[in-house]
């Protein structure tokens, strides 16, 4: 097994308490916003009202923006690691949607 390399920020020290700290309150968040874009996407992919469609629209990107800001500042905390993928499996990967381009009806034109 290969030791994976973790991305992480010097984490900001939180009191051990029995009541949440500012890193739970700020997880629990993040993973309200998570649960609430996926429930928008869900919503929008079954709307069937141009305006109904627009409104969800908006009220996805507010909350996948405010998601985005909670997910930088755990990271920006050390609250939050990410593993860094191994350079062989990024080429794999790479090569592998590649080769799904070549399936698109009108060639490989992306823009």
Do not use: C
Not at 45 to 67: G, I, K, P, R, W
Request: proline share 4%.
């Amino acid at each position: 097994m290969q030791n994976q390399q973790k991305i992480q920020n010097q984490q900001t020290p939180v009191p051990e308490s029995p009541r949440m700290s500012d890193r739970d309150l700020v997880n629990d968040l993040l993973s309200m916003e998570k649960y609430l874009t996926a429930s928008y996407n869900n919503a929008m992919n079954e709307a069937s009202h141009e305006a109904l469609y627009q409104d969800l629209l908006s009220v996805f990107t507010e909350t996948q923006n405010e998601q985005r800001e909670l997910y930088n500042l755990m990271f920006q905390n050390g609250w939050y690691k990410l593993e860094a993928a191994e350079q062989q499996k990024v080429q794999q990967s790479l090569q592998q949607h590649q080769g799904y381009s070549n399936q698109f009806p009108y060639g490989n034109q992306m823009q």
